[in-house]
Protein backbone atom coordinates (compact mmCIF):
# COMPACT_ATOMS: atom_id res chain seq x y z
CA UNK A 1 0.00 0.00 0.00
CA UNK A 2 2.85 1.99 0.85
CA UNK A 3 5.11 1.36 -1.86
CA UNK A 4 6.29 3.91 -4.06
CA UNK A 5 5.64 3.61 -7.54
CA UNK A 6 7.47 4.93 -10.67
CA UNK A 7 5.69 6.80 -13.13
CA UNK A 8 6.85 8.32 -16.35
CA UNK A 9 6.58 12.73 -16.12
CA UNK A 10 4.09 12.39 -19.35
CA UNK A 11 1.79 9.94 -17.45
CA UNK A 12 1.92 12.32 -13.99
CA UNK A 13 1.04 15.11 -16.63
CA UNK A 14 -1.66 13.35 -18.36
CA UNK A 15 -3.37 12.31 -14.84
CA UNK A 16 -2.87 15.75 -13.58
CA UNK A 17 -5.02 17.26 -16.50
CA UNK A 18 -7.32 14.65 -16.02
CA UNK A 19 -7.88 15.33 -12.25
CA UNK A 20 -8.15 19.08 -12.74
CA UNK A 21 -10.65 18.80 -16.47
CA UNK A 22 -12.97 16.33 -13.16
CA UNK A 23 -12.51 18.60 -10.80
CA UNK A 24 -13.48 21.43 -13.24
CA UNK A 25 -16.55 19.64 -14.44
CA UNK A 26 -18.02 18.83 -10.63
CA UNK A 27 -17.29 21.96 -9.28
CA UNK A 28 -15.78 24.82 -10.51
CA UNK A 29 -18.21 24.47 -14.21
CA UNK A 30 -21.60 24.33 -12.27
CA UNK A 31 -20.53 27.01 -10.30
CA UNK A 32 -19.51 29.22 -13.20
CA UNK A 33 -22.86 28.55 -14.80
CA UNK A 34 -24.65 29.30 -11.47
CA UNK A 35 -23.37 32.62 -11.10
CA UNK A 36 -24.07 33.58 -14.79
CA UNK A 37 -27.95 32.30 -14.58
CA UNK A 38 -28.20 34.33 -12.17
CA UNK A 39 -27.02 37.16 -13.34
CA UNK A 40 -29.52 36.41 -16.11
CA UNK A 41 -32.34 36.09 -14.02
CA UNK A 42 -31.81 39.23 -12.40
CA UNK A 43 -31.48 40.90 -15.76
CA UNK A 44 -35.19 39.81 -16.81
CA UNK A 45 -36.20 40.56 -13.70
CA UNK A 46 -35.52 44.12 -14.23
CA UNK A 47 -36.56 43.80 -18.12
CA UNK A 48 -39.99 42.78 -17.26
CA UNK A 49 -41.21 45.70 -15.17
CA UNK A 50 -40.60 47.96 -17.86
CA UNK A 51 -41.54 45.56 -20.96
CA UNK A 52 -45.38 45.41 -21.04
CA UNK A 53 -45.10 41.55 -22.48
CA UNK A 54 -42.89 40.20 -20.12
CA UNK A 55 -40.24 37.43 -21.45
CA UNK A 56 -41.93 34.15 -20.66
CA UNK A 57 -40.41 31.34 -18.61
CA UNK A 58 -40.13 29.16 -21.41
CA UNK A 59 -38.01 31.07 -23.69
CA UNK A 60 -35.47 31.31 -20.46
CA UNK A 61 -35.61 27.49 -19.94
CA UNK A 62 -32.14 25.60 -19.98
CA UNK A 63 -31.75 24.82 -23.78
CA UNK A 64 -31.09 21.29 -22.46
CA UNK A 65 -34.60 21.08 -21.38
CA UNK A 66 -36.33 22.58 -24.16
CA UNK A 67 -34.93 20.19 -26.39
CA UNK A 68 -36.24 17.42 -24.04
CA UNK A 69 -39.80 18.78 -23.72
CA UNK A 70 -39.91 18.73 -27.63
CA UNK A 71 -38.12 14.88 -28.59
CA UNK A 72 -40.24 12.81 -25.44
CA UNK A 73 -43.77 14.70 -26.78
CA UNK A 74 -45.82 11.92 -27.89
CA UNK A 75 -46.53 12.73 -31.82
CA UNK A 76 -42.41 13.46 -31.97
CA UNK A 77 -41.61 9.71 -30.72
CA UNK A 78 -44.66 8.48 -32.85
CA UNK A 79 -43.07 10.07 -35.96
CA UNK A 80 -39.67 9.00 -34.73
CA UNK A 81 -41.34 5.35 -35.01
CA UNK A 82 -42.91 6.01 -38.43
CA UNK A 83 -39.72 7.38 -39.57
CA UNK A 84 -37.42 4.57 -38.15
CA UNK A 85 -40.16 2.04 -40.16
CA UNK A 86 -40.08 3.76 -43.14
CA UNK A 87 -35.90 4.04 -43.74
CA UNK A 88 -35.57 0.77 -42.06
CA UNK A 89 -33.28 1.93 -39.32
CA UNK A 90 -33.14 1.11 -35.06
CA UNK A 91 -35.45 3.56 -33.30
CA UNK A 92 -32.41 4.92 -31.61
CA UNK A 93 -30.85 5.86 -34.44
CA UNK A 94 -34.04 7.58 -35.56
CA UNK A 95 -34.14 9.41 -32.82
CA UNK A 96 -30.75 10.40 -32.97
CA UNK A 97 -31.83 11.75 -36.31
CA UNK A 98 -34.81 14.04 -34.82
CA UNK A 99 -32.41 14.86 -31.90
CA UNK A 100 -30.24 16.56 -34.62
CA UNK A 101 -33.68 18.21 -35.86
CA UNK A 102 -34.49 19.75 -32.00
CA UNK A 103 -31.15 20.90 -31.90
CA UNK A 104 -30.88 22.33 -35.07
CA UNK A 105 -33.96 24.00 -34.40
CA UNK A 106 -34.58 25.12 -30.86
CA UNK A 107 -33.02 28.67 -29.75
CA UNK A 108 -30.80 29.67 -27.03
CA UNK A 109 -32.01 33.14 -26.23
CA UNK A 110 -30.11 35.04 -23.69
CA UNK A 111 -31.25 38.50 -22.31
CA UNK A 112 -28.20 40.57 -22.11
CA UNK A 113 -27.28 39.66 -25.76
CA UNK A 114 -30.79 40.72 -27.02
CA UNK A 115 -31.57 43.73 -24.83
CA UNK A 116 -27.88 44.62 -23.82
CA UNK A 117 -26.21 45.47 -27.34
CA UNK A 118 -28.33 43.01 -29.76
CA UNK A 119 -31.66 45.63 -29.71
CA UNK A 120 -28.47 48.74 -29.50
CA UNK A 121 -26.92 47.45 -32.73
CA UNK A 122 -30.61 47.31 -34.68
CA UNK A 123 -31.71 50.83 -33.63
CA UNK A 124 -27.71 51.64 -34.63
CA UNK A 125 -28.34 50.09 -37.73
CA UNK A 126 -31.95 51.28 -38.52
CA UNK A 127 -31.70 54.98 -37.72
CA UNK A 128 -28.18 55.26 -39.32
CA UNK A 129 -29.26 53.77 -42.70
CA UNK A 130 -33.22 55.11 -42.80
CA UNK A 131 -35.13 58.06 -41.85
CA UNK A 132 -37.25 55.24 -39.65
CA UNK A 133 -40.85 56.53 -39.44
CA UNK A 134 -43.84 54.52 -37.47
CA UNK A 135 -47.35 56.12 -39.27
CA UNK A 136 -49.49 53.73 -37.76
CA UNK A 137 -48.68 52.32 -33.84
CA UNK A 138 -53.06 51.70 -33.80
CA UNK A 139 -52.10 52.37 -30.22
CA UNK A 140 -55.64 51.86 -28.58
CA UNK A 141 -56.30 47.98 -30.74
CA UNK A 142 -53.14 46.28 -29.78
CA UNK A 143 -53.14 47.78 -26.00
CA UNK A 144 -56.49 45.78 -25.81
CA UNK A 145 -54.87 42.80 -26.69
CA UNK A 146 -55.38 40.40 -23.39
CA UNK A 147 -51.96 40.49 -21.50
CA UNK A 148 -52.16 36.79 -21.61
CA UNK A 149 -52.25 35.96 -25.38
CA UNK A 150 -49.61 35.11 -27.11
CA UNK A 151 -48.93 37.58 -29.99
CA UNK A 152 -47.51 36.58 -33.16
CA UNK A 153 -46.38 39.50 -35.61
CA UNK A 154 -47.42 38.40 -39.14
CA UNK A 155 -44.96 40.98 -41.73
CA UNK A 156 -44.46 41.38 -45.15
CA UNK A 157 -40.52 40.56 -46.48
CA UNK A 158 -38.93 43.28 -47.95
CA UNK A 159 -35.52 43.54 -46.82
CA UNK A 160 -32.99 41.68 -44.77
CA UNK A 161 -33.18 44.54 -42.77
CA UNK A 162 -37.01 43.54 -41.55
CA UNK A 163 -35.99 41.60 -39.08
CA UNK A 164 -33.16 44.35 -37.59
CA UNK A 165 -36.12 47.31 -38.21
CA UNK A 166 -39.10 45.25 -36.33
CA UNK A 167 -36.10 44.30 -33.30
CA UNK A 168 -35.65 48.02 -32.62
CA UNK A 169 -39.10 49.14 -33.02
CA UNK A 170 -40.58 45.68 -30.65
CA UNK A 171 -37.80 46.23 -27.93
CA UNK A 172 -39.65 48.64 -25.79
CA UNK A 173 -42.59 45.89 -25.36
CA UNK A 174 -41.17 42.63 -25.60
CA UNK A 175 -38.25 40.19 -27.02
CA UNK A 176 -39.82 38.54 -30.51
CA UNK A 177 -38.68 34.92 -31.49
CA UNK A 178 -37.78 34.98 -35.70
CA UNK A 179 -38.27 32.27 -37.95
CA UNK A 180 -35.58 32.20 -40.06
CA UNK A 181 -34.04 30.19 -43.54
CA UNK A 182 -31.40 28.28 -43.92
CA UNK A 183 -29.20 31.50 -45.34
CA UNK A 184 -28.28 32.54 -41.97
CA UNK A 185 -26.87 29.00 -40.50
CA UNK A 186 -23.26 30.05 -41.71
CA UNK A 187 -21.07 31.19 -38.94
CA UNK A 188 -20.99 34.32 -37.51
CA UNK A 189 -25.04 34.43 -37.51
CA UNK A 190 -25.72 31.34 -36.90
CA UNK A 191 -25.01 31.85 -32.89
CA UNK A 192 -25.74 35.09 -32.95
CA UNK A 193 -29.50 34.87 -33.91
CA UNK A 194 -29.69 31.76 -31.86
CA UNK A 195 -28.98 33.76 -28.68
CA UNK A 196 -31.56 36.73 -29.85
CA UNK A 197 -34.20 33.81 -29.90
CA UNK A 198 -34.23 32.65 -33.67
CA UNK A 199 -34.75 29.55 -34.80
CA UNK A 200 -33.78 28.26 -38.27
CA UNK A 201 -36.31 26.22 -40.25
CA UNK A 202 -35.87 24.22 -43.17
CA UNK A 203 -38.44 25.69 -45.68
CA UNK A 204 -38.32 23.23 -48.94
CA UNK A 205 -37.94 19.97 -46.58
CA UNK A 206 -40.63 17.66 -46.58
CA UNK A 207 -39.02 15.46 -43.85
CA UNK A 208 -42.19 14.38 -41.98
CA UNK A 209 -40.03 14.04 -38.87
CA UNK A 210 -38.08 17.33 -39.21
CA UNK A 211 -41.61 18.71 -39.77
CA UNK A 212 -43.17 17.03 -36.72
CA UNK A 213 -39.85 18.02 -34.63
CA UNK A 214 -40.49 22.05 -35.73
CA UNK A 215 -44.30 21.80 -35.64
CA UNK A 216 -43.89 20.83 -31.57
CA UNK A 217 -41.05 23.32 -31.04
CA UNK A 218 -43.49 25.94 -32.59
CA UNK A 219 -46.57 24.76 -30.56
CA UNK A 220 -44.70 24.71 -27.23
CA UNK A 221 -43.46 28.59 -27.23
CA UNK A 222 -47.19 29.04 -28.86
CA UNK A 223 -48.51 27.53 -25.87
CA UNK A 224 -46.25 29.30 -22.95
CA UNK A 225 -46.99 32.57 -24.64
CA UNK A 226 -43.25 33.20 -26.49
CA UNK A 227 -44.16 36.70 -28.68
CA UNK A 228 -43.24 35.52 -32.58
CA UNK A 229 -42.44 37.44 -35.83
CA UNK A 230 -43.21 34.93 -39.09
CA UNK A 231 -42.80 36.55 -42.31
CA UNK A 232 -45.99 34.23 -43.89
CA UNK A 233 -44.46 35.01 -47.86
CA UNK A 234 -41.39 32.52 -46.51
CA UNK A 235 -38.70 34.69 -48.11
CA UNK A 236 -37.98 37.99 -49.40
CA UNK A 237 -39.92 39.48 -52.63
CA UNK A 238 -38.18 39.30 -55.70
CA UNK A 239 -40.52 41.48 -57.55
CA UNK A 240 -42.49 43.57 -55.01
CA UNK A 241 -45.41 42.36 -54.92
CA UNK A 242 -46.29 40.84 -52.20
CA UNK A 243 -46.51 37.05 -52.00
CA UNK A 244 -49.38 34.02 -51.21
CA UNK A 245 -48.89 32.70 -47.60
CA UNK A 246 -47.06 29.45 -47.22
CA UNK A 247 -49.08 28.57 -44.78
CA UNK A 248 -46.78 26.02 -42.23
CA UNK A 249 -45.68 28.12 -39.31
CA UNK A 250 -49.71 29.44 -39.16
CA UNK A 251 -51.45 25.87 -39.79
CA UNK A 252 -48.57 24.51 -36.81
CA UNK A 253 -50.03 27.03 -34.45
CA UNK A 254 -53.47 26.87 -35.57
CA UNK A 255 -52.94 22.31 -35.43
CA UNK A 256 -51.75 23.45 -31.36
CA UNK A 257 -54.39 25.44 -30.40
CA UNK A 258 -57.65 24.43 -28.47
CA UNK A 259 -60.17 26.93 -27.82
CA UNK A 260 -61.48 25.75 -24.78
CA UNK A 261 -58.02 25.43 -23.04
CA UNK A 262 -55.46 26.97 -24.63
CA UNK A 263 -54.38 30.80 -24.35
CA UNK A 264 -55.63 33.18 -27.14
CA UNK A 265 -52.84 33.67 -30.27
CA UNK A 266 -53.56 36.93 -31.29
CA UNK A 267 -52.15 38.08 -34.70
CA UNK A 268 -50.93 41.49 -35.46
CA UNK A 269 -50.08 42.61 -39.01
CA UNK A 270 -47.32 44.71 -39.92
CA UNK A 271 -46.63 46.39 -43.04
CA UNK A 272 -43.43 47.54 -43.95
CA UNK A 273 -41.55 49.44 -47.08
CA UNK A 274 -38.78 51.02 -47.91
CA UNK A 275 -37.10 54.07 -49.86
CA UNK A 276 -34.68 52.05 -50.97
CA UNK A 277 -33.85 48.50 -50.47
CA UNK A 278 -30.44 47.26 -49.67
CA UNK A 279 -30.79 43.90 -51.49
CA UNK A 280 -33.07 45.28 -54.73
CA UNK A 281 -30.34 44.63 -57.52
CA UNK A 282 -30.17 41.33 -55.96
CA UNK A 283 -33.54 40.75 -55.79
CA UNK A 284 -34.60 41.70 -59.30
CA UNK A 285 -31.88 39.71 -60.59
CA UNK A 286 -33.07 36.14 -59.40
CA UNK A 287 -37.03 37.50 -60.04
CA UNK A 288 -37.01 34.65 -62.86
CA UNK A 289 -35.44 31.93 -61.48
CA UNK A 290 -37.14 30.90 -58.48
CA UNK A 291 -34.83 27.98 -57.69
CA UNK A 292 -31.69 30.87 -56.94
CA UNK A 293 -30.96 30.73 -53.19
CA UNK A 294 -29.46 33.67 -51.44
CA UNK A 295 -25.96 32.58 -49.67
CA UNK A 296 -25.06 34.76 -46.59
CA UNK A 297 -21.08 35.63 -47.53
CA UNK A 298 -19.01 37.60 -44.77
CA UNK A 299 -16.90 38.99 -47.81
CA UNK A 300 -20.13 41.09 -49.08
CA UNK A 301 -20.99 42.46 -45.12
CA UNK A 302 -17.14 43.15 -44.67
CA UNK A 303 -17.21 45.29 -47.95
CA UNK A 304 -20.19 47.04 -47.56
CA UNK A 305 -19.36 48.17 -44.41
CA UNK A 306 -15.95 49.40 -45.68
CA UNK A 307 -17.54 51.25 -47.93
CA UNK A 308 -20.50 52.60 -45.81
CA UNK A 309 -17.72 53.78 -42.92
CA UNK A 310 -15.55 55.43 -46.15
CA UNK A 311 -18.91 57.38 -46.82
CA UNK A 312 -19.43 58.35 -43.61
CA UNK A 313 -15.63 59.66 -43.12
CA UNK A 314 -15.64 61.68 -46.28
CA UNK A 315 -19.32 63.29 -45.85
CA UNK A 316 -20.62 61.64 -48.91
CA UNK A 317 -23.39 59.30 -47.00
CA UNK A 318 -26.49 60.54 -47.03
CA UNK A 319 -29.66 58.18 -45.58
CA UNK A 320 -31.46 55.95 -48.02
CA UNK A 321 -34.75 57.83 -47.47
CA UNK A 322 -37.64 56.44 -45.35
CA UNK A 323 -38.00 53.00 -43.98
CA UNK A 324 -42.00 52.71 -42.63
CA UNK A 325 -43.80 50.53 -40.36
CA UNK A 326 -47.44 50.66 -39.42
CA UNK A 327 -49.46 48.07 -37.89
CA UNK A 328 -52.94 46.26 -39.06
CA UNK A 329 -56.05 45.56 -37.23
CA UNK A 330 -55.33 42.46 -34.72
CA UNK A 331 -56.97 39.22 -35.96
CA UNK A 332 -57.63 37.29 -32.23
CA UNK A 333 -57.56 33.11 -33.21
CA UNK A 334 -59.73 32.46 -30.89
CA UNK A 335 -62.51 34.66 -32.83
CA UNK A 336 -61.60 33.52 -36.14
CA UNK A 337 -62.73 29.92 -35.29
CA UNK A 338 -65.96 30.71 -33.55
CA UNK A 339 -67.00 30.84 -37.48
CA UNK A 340 -66.81 27.34 -39.16
CA UNK A 341 -64.13 26.78 -42.07
CA UNK A 342 -63.44 24.74 -43.98
CA UNK A 343 -59.58 24.87 -44.51
CA UNK A 344 -58.92 27.10 -41.63
CA UNK A 345 -55.30 27.28 -42.15
CA UNK A 346 -55.10 28.96 -46.13
CA UNK A 347 -58.47 31.18 -44.80
CA UNK A 348 -56.44 32.68 -41.71
CA UNK A 349 -53.14 32.86 -44.21
CA UNK A 350 -55.66 34.89 -46.18
CA UNK A 351 -57.33 36.96 -43.81
CA UNK A 352 -53.65 37.67 -42.21
CA UNK A 353 -52.21 38.75 -45.23
CA UNK A 354 -54.72 41.38 -46.40
CA UNK A 355 -54.86 42.81 -43.39
CA UNK A 356 -50.78 42.82 -43.95
CA UNK A 357 -51.48 43.95 -47.40
CA UNK A 358 -54.09 46.94 -46.31
CA UNK A 359 -51.49 48.49 -43.85
CA UNK A 360 -48.24 48.73 -46.11
CA UNK A 361 -47.34 52.63 -46.07
CA UNK A 362 -47.15 54.53 -49.42
CA UNK A 363 -43.61 56.27 -49.09
CA UNK A 364 -42.35 58.81 -51.90
CA UNK A 365 -40.07 56.46 -54.29
CA UNK A 366 -42.62 53.94 -55.19
CA UNK A 367 -44.96 57.02 -55.51
CA UNK A 368 -42.39 58.14 -58.40
CA UNK A 369 -41.49 55.20 -59.66
CA UNK A 370 -45.24 53.78 -60.10
CA UNK A 371 -46.04 57.22 -62.30
CA UNK A 372 -42.90 56.88 -64.27
CA UNK A 373 -43.60 53.03 -64.86
CA UNK A 374 -46.98 54.51 -65.76
CA UNK A 375 -45.60 57.02 -68.26
CA UNK A 376 -43.29 54.77 -70.07
CA UNK A 377 -40.36 55.98 -68.40
CA UNK A 378 -40.77 60.00 -69.03
CA UNK A 379 -42.68 62.66 -66.97
CA UNK A 380 -42.52 66.26 -66.47
CA UNK A 381 -41.79 67.18 -62.70
CA UNK A 382 -44.57 69.89 -62.73
CA UNK A 383 -47.24 67.44 -63.66
CA UNK A 384 -45.65 64.49 -61.20
CA UNK A 385 -46.00 67.20 -58.56
CA UNK A 386 -49.36 67.81 -59.34
CA UNK A 387 -50.78 64.31 -59.29
CA UNK A 388 -48.21 63.92 -55.92
CA UNK A 389 -50.52 66.21 -54.47
CA UNK A 390 -53.77 65.63 -55.43
CA UNK A 391 -52.87 61.54 -54.58
CA UNK A 392 -51.79 62.34 -50.96
CA UNK A 393 -54.98 64.44 -50.30
CA UNK A 394 -56.81 61.58 -51.73
CA UNK A 395 -54.63 58.67 -48.97
CA UNK A 396 -55.52 60.97 -46.25
CA UNK A 397 -59.35 60.74 -47.28
CA UNK A 398 -59.13 57.11 -47.82
CA UNK A 399 -57.10 56.71 -44.74
CA UNK A 400 -54.57 54.55 -46.35
CA UNK A 401 -51.35 54.54 -44.23
CA UNK A 402 -48.21 56.61 -46.06
CA UNK A 403 -44.92 58.52 -45.21
CA UNK A 404 -43.99 62.04 -45.38
CA UNK A 405 -41.81 64.78 -43.97
CA UNK A 406 -43.29 67.09 -41.63
CA UNK A 407 -42.87 70.08 -44.34
CA UNK A 408 -45.00 68.50 -46.29
CA UNK A 409 -45.18 66.74 -50.15
CA UNK A 410 -43.55 68.78 -51.80
CA UNK A 411 -40.07 68.31 -49.73
CA UNK A 412 -40.93 64.41 -49.68
CA UNK A 413 -40.77 64.60 -53.56
CA UNK A 414 -37.63 66.69 -54.04
CA UNK A 415 -35.70 63.94 -51.62
CA UNK A 416 -37.30 60.89 -53.30
CA UNK A 417 -35.56 62.48 -56.65
CA UNK A 418 -32.57 62.92 -55.58
CA UNK A 419 -32.09 59.95 -54.46
CA UNK A 420 -33.26 58.63 -57.01
CA UNK A 421 -30.77 60.48 -59.21
CA UNK A 422 -27.99 59.85 -57.19
CA UNK A 423 -28.01 56.25 -57.98
CA UNK A 424 -28.16 57.12 -61.42
CA UNK A 425 -31.87 55.68 -62.03
CA UNK A 426 -33.24 59.08 -62.94
CA UNK A 427 -31.81 62.00 -65.23
CA UNK A 428 -33.72 65.36 -65.13
CA UNK A 429 -33.30 67.99 -68.16
CA UNK A 430 -34.88 71.25 -67.28
CA UNK A 431 -38.27 69.84 -66.14
CA UNK A 432 -38.23 66.40 -68.15
CA UNK A 433 -37.16 63.19 -65.89
CA UNK A 434 -36.09 60.36 -67.54
CA UNK A 435 -35.30 56.86 -66.24
CA UNK A 436 -32.12 56.26 -67.04
CA UNK A 437 -30.68 52.84 -68.27
CA UNK A 438 -29.00 52.27 -65.63
CA UNK A 439 -31.01 49.81 -63.02
CA UNK A 440 -34.23 50.73 -65.05
CA UNK A 441 -35.98 47.03 -63.75
CA UNK A 442 -35.75 48.60 -60.43
CA UNK A 443 -38.99 51.00 -61.08
CA UNK A 444 -41.18 48.28 -61.41
CA UNK A 445 -39.54 46.51 -58.53
CA UNK A 446 -40.42 49.54 -56.18
CA UNK A 447 -44.13 50.13 -57.91
CA UNK A 448 -45.16 47.11 -57.37
CA UNK A 449 -44.69 47.58 -53.42
CA UNK A 450 -48.34 50.00 -53.81
CA UNK A 451 -49.63 48.33 -56.61
CA UNK A 452 -52.16 46.46 -54.51
CA UNK A 453 -53.53 49.72 -52.51
CA UNK A 454 -56.54 51.57 -54.00
CA UNK A 455 -56.40 55.21 -54.00
CA UNK A 456 -55.89 55.89 -57.57
Known amino acids: MFTTVELPVWALILMGLLAAVTAASHLLFPSVRWFFRRRAERVVARLNTRLKRPIQPFKLARRHDMIQNVLYDPDVIRAV ?35 GWGTRLAKWLSRGLYRVRVVNQNKEEIEAIDPDATVVYIINHRSNMDYVLVTYLAAKDTSLSYAVGEWARGWPLRPLIKMMGGYFIRRKSLNPLYRRVLARYVQLSTQEGVAQAVFPEGGLSRTGELGDPKLGLISYIVDGFDPETSRDVVFV ?95 PVPVIAWHLQQADGQILRSKLAELFELEVAAMRKKRINMCLPQSGPEKGLDAALRLLEARGMITTDNDLITVTGKYAELMPYYAASIAHLSWK
Not at 92 to 114: G, H, K, M
Not at 291 to 310: E, I, T
Open 81 to 115: NEYAERQGIPDNVAFETAERYAREIVPSFSATIYF
Open 269 to 363: PIGLNYDRVLEDRVLVAAAGDSRKRFKFRLSMVFRYVGRHLWQRITGKFHKLGFAAVAYGSPLSLREFLSTPREDIASDLGQAVMERVASSVPVL
